[in-house]
């Protein structure tokens, strides 16, 4: 190793480091850069004095801000809340079926409830409600298996149907397969279908399904199969269908029913916004006075 | 200012090595110690249960199946997250979680409150084929779940394991494994299964009644994710002070 001389040219000394005649320079850090270092190490002790940092004997030093993330969470949703707090507290004095009456309060109800609607609805009900064939029943036409006012609305949204929630919607149809005959089942079924024919009004009386439908089905489906609500019982009459109007889709509910499970929303989502979601259902076209 | 004189710490390997061991030393002490400290630095929240036999195993689908690559269970918290998600997570939550399963990439929603946001048959219908109910969706789909048979036979080994890093399962809940994944697919007999697992879901999951399949261990599991704990009664504040 050859030893340490001054170079001429910088007036630093050398390494002593020698490669093939090319010598190291012991040029030192530039100050800029040991001030920058020395700053960031005291910015990093200042910022361990305010913010919550080392566990401790006895849990973690908070810091001198005693800042957490959940009391930034409160502060924000404290801004949040009071920026909607009027509307909201409207919604929530305003009697439900007058919410639309007002021209204010319906478009606040309608803009927050159809985004409400796609993050919490559609991914069952669709896109703007149009519903799911075989799955999950639209919402914009006036054919409602459980009610079409906006209380109706209200109360399915809130308790859901078919869970757990005590309040929530009851109801099932008995399966068919040990109580009729497979001829008979098989009658219903083309009664069933004759129901929504008109062409058929004056001769589906006479058929073999009509005294099964009779016996069996009227009491919840209705006499002439215009539904009843009080069991979410769907109108038989009609071109809508919720599980499929052929015959097989018939027979397939009539001998293993299916039963459509809605989840309870009160315990997710709080009274205002479920009163903004009945506010925007109710509007989309079928919804009852 | 007196110059600072490192040749010899670079001539000698031993002065090196001594003082190289200090400094990371120092680094990890300030890393592990709080580790120490963590009973003074979580939340204690009442309700969170270990897994039901059934719910474990759907969660050992989940995690084969790669789902939290695109889904997080970690609701951070923030105001957008939490108005959409609901009540933030926290450290208890996870605590019978091995490994947990938090997850880092958000492609799909975050799934720590999915449960009982979805009907069974909602699961049943996006898992098979999401874009069925949302045509939007890019989840693959996992229509194979359908037509597996669930592999009980280890269940036991498995609740055993667990039970080695800490998660109390008790003898009669590694005894019984077998019978309360039956209880719970089923709905049949389940007093015993609730007595031992609080409010699990039960019925069953996947619409074939005569069938114990994968999909059945996967919804179950869905079903429960977020339910455990009550957030209207438990005061949360900055622990440990």
Redesign the interface.
């Known amino acids: 190793m050859a030893s340490p001389e001054r170079d001429p040219v910088t007036g630093y000394k050398t390494t002593g480091h020698e490669w093939d005649g090319i010598k190291e320079l012991t040029t030192p850090i530039p100050h800029w850069w040991v001030s920058v270092f020395l700053a960031t190490v005291g910015i990093a002790i200042v910022y361990l004095y305010l913010m919550p940092s080392?566990?401790?004997v006895?849990?973690?030093l908070?810091g001198a801000l005693?800042w957490?993330?959940?009391?930034?969470?409160a502060e924000?949703?404290a801004v949040?809340a009071a920026a909607q707090a009027g509307w909201r507290k409207r919604i929530l004095e305003t009697p439900l079926a007058e919410i639309e009456a007002d021209p204010d309060l319906r478009r606040f109800a309608v803009t927050g409830g159809r985004a409400l609607f796609n993050?919490?609805c559609?991914?069952?009900h669709g896109v703007g409600a149009g519903g799911?064939q075989g799955?999950f029943p639209a919402l914009i036409d006036d054919d409602w298996l459980w009610g079409g006012k906006i209380e109706d609305i209200h109360q399915t949204i809130s308790h859901g149907i078919r869970?757990e929630d005590d309040d929530s919607r009851q109801s099932t149809m008995p399966s068919f397969a040990d109580i009729l005959a497979p001829e008979q089942i098989d009658q219903v079924a083309d009664y069933v279908r004759a129901l929504s024919d008109p062409s058929q009004e004056a001769t589906r009386t006479a058929m073999p399904g009509a005294k099964v439908f009779t016996d069996n089905c009227a009491s919840c489906h209705g006499d002439h199969g215009q539904g009843g609500r009080e069991f979410g019982a769907p109108t038989l009459n009609d071109a809508i269908w919720l599980y499929g109007g052929s015959k097989q889709a018939i027979i397939s509910q009539v001998t293993h029913p299916r039963m459509?499970?809605?989840?309870?929303f009160a315990?997710?989502l709080d009274e205002a916004t479920i009163r903004m979601l009945a506010t925007y259902v109710h509007t989309l076209g079928g919804g009852e006075r | 200012m007196p110059r600072f004189n490192h040749a010899p710490i670079e001539r000698s390997a031993f002065l090196l090595f001594l003082l190289t061991f200090i400094v990371i030393s120092i680094g990890g002490l300030v890393e592990i110690v709080p580790l120490f400290k963590i009973e003074s630095t979580v939340t204690p929240v009442k309700g969170v249960r270990p897994y039901t036999p059934l719910e474990q195993l759907g969660r050992n689908i989940y995690t084969r199946e790669g789902c939290y690559v695109c889904h997080s269970q970690m609701v951070r918290p923030f105001r957008d997250e939490v108005d959409r998600y609901g009540h933030y997570s926290i450290a208890a939550e996870s605590m019978y979680d091995h490994p947990f399963l938090w997850g880092s990439k958000r492609t799909g929603p975050d799934l720590a409150r999915v449960g009982g946001k979805y009907s069974n048959a909602w699961h049943v219908a996006h898992l098979e084929d999401p874009r069925s109910v949302v045509p939007v969706s890019i989840m693959p789909s996992y229509a194979f779940l359908m037509d597996k048979d669930l592999v009980t036979e280890d269940i036991r080994d498995h609740l055993q394991a667990l039970r080695g890093v800490g998660v109390p399962y008790t003898d009669e809940m590694i005894r019984n494994a077998a019978a309360d994944i039956e209880a719970q697919a089923t709905g049949e007999s389940t007093d015993a299964l609730l007595a031992r697992y609080p409010k699990a879901k039960i019925g069953d999951f996947d619409g074939q009644p005569n069938r114990l399949t994968e999909m059945d261990a996967l919804i179950a599991y869905l079903q429960v994710l977020g339910t455990m704990v009550d957030f209207t009664d438990i005061r949360l504040e900055t622990p440990g002070k």
């Open positions: 080392f566990a401790g006895k849990g973690f908070p005693e957490s993330s959940s009391k930034q969470l924000d949703q949040a993050e919490n559609a991914p069952c799911q799955q869970n459509g499970v809605m989840p309870t315990a997710r």
